[in-house]
């Protein structure tokens, strides 16, 4: 299995909708792959926080620094009339 093939089925994976060949497919492939075993894992902990429905707060600093980047982003995107 390729990584390409791996990230196609990536979805089945996580959700343990696999048959069992394919679990075996993938279990080899991320034995011997770190970069699919990260993303594998970062997949699930993505999930685990996302069930786990807790908002995580985001520092008041970042938050400014993303709005402005949103608001930089907008502008530029879509300039005022006459512009």
């Given at each position: 299995?390729?990584?390409e093939e791996l990230l196609k089925a990536l979805n089945d994976y996580v959700d343990d909708e696999t048959v069992l060949a394919v679990?075996?497919?993938f279990a080899a492939h991320l034995a011997?792959?770190?970069p699919c075993r990260v993303v594998v894992d970062n997949i699930r902990s993505t999930i685990r926080l996302y069930?786990?429905?807790e908002p995580y707060p985001m520092p008041p600093e970042f938050q400014a620094r993303?709005?402005?980047a949103l608001r930089a982003k907008w502008a530029?995107?879509?300039p005022p009339?006459?512009?």
């Open positions: 299995m390729t990584c679990c075996r497919e011997g792959c770190n069930k786990a429905g993303m709005r402005d530029e995107t879509f009339a006459g512009s």
